[in-house]
């Protein structure tokens, strides 16, 4: 089995997911609910490795990740909406697709909210003006409210590596370097 064939399907299943949850939010008036339930999850993931074996790690049995999803529902006091699609998927075996359904969801609600998610990866934390400002000239390009998904690579030497949707700019000196040695290949 090819794994790109793989990972389109988990790409498939989070999608659905995400879609039946971003429609029954949206029936019942709750997307900034929502918002805030991806916004934890999404922290309670990055920050607890117990978590993501959880629902990562096929050792577990289906008694065991429902009842584990239900208590981290319960403790992070998930909305219902969210609780009970998590509860479904454990009992489908679906959890190794949380992270792909919390990225679709965060890209349908920033859809309907009209803004568009920048991944900026800068050499040096960025300032907070220099945030506004860079927000604000990515909004003028694209005519959405922009919001900065920022980390630090410092192998980039200097500048930025900004990414929206399919287009990248890389203004990076570490690419400039390489551009550079590639050229003085071509000549010698």
């Known amino acids: 089995m090819d794994v790109s064939e793989t990972a389109s399907i988990s ?13 029954l939010a949206t029936e ?22 117990d978590l993501r074996d959880l629902i990562a790690s096929p050792i577990y049995s289906r008694d065991d990740m429902q ?26 075996r679906r959890l190794f697709v949380v992270p792909q359904m919390v990225r679709a969801l965060r890209e349908m609600i920033a859809e309907q909210k009209g803004e568009v998610t920048a991944d900026v990866v800068s050499a040096k934390a960025m300032t907070k003006t220099q945030s506004d400002k860079l927000a604000k000239a990515l909004a ?16 980039l030497i200097g500048g930025l590596v900004v990414k929206v949707g399919s287009k990248m700019v890389d203004t990076s000196i570490r690419s400039k370097l390489n551009t550079l040695q590639n050229t003085m290949k071509e000549v010698g």
């Open 67 to 92: 009842a584990g999803i239900a208590a981290v529902a319960k403790a992070m006091e998930l909305g219902s909406i969210l609780s009970n699609t998590l509860a479904l998927m454990a009992a489908k």
């Open 140 to 155: 003028a390009v694209f005519g959405k409210d922009v919001k900065l998904n920022a980390t630090v690579d410092d192998s």
């Open 28 to 49: 019942d008036n709750a997307i900034g609910a929502l918002e805030g339930d991806i916004d934890a999850l999404d922290a309670a993931l990055a920050d607890s490795a």
């Open 11 to 23: 790409t498939g299943i989070a999608s659905r997911y995400a879609t039946a949850v971003f429609e």
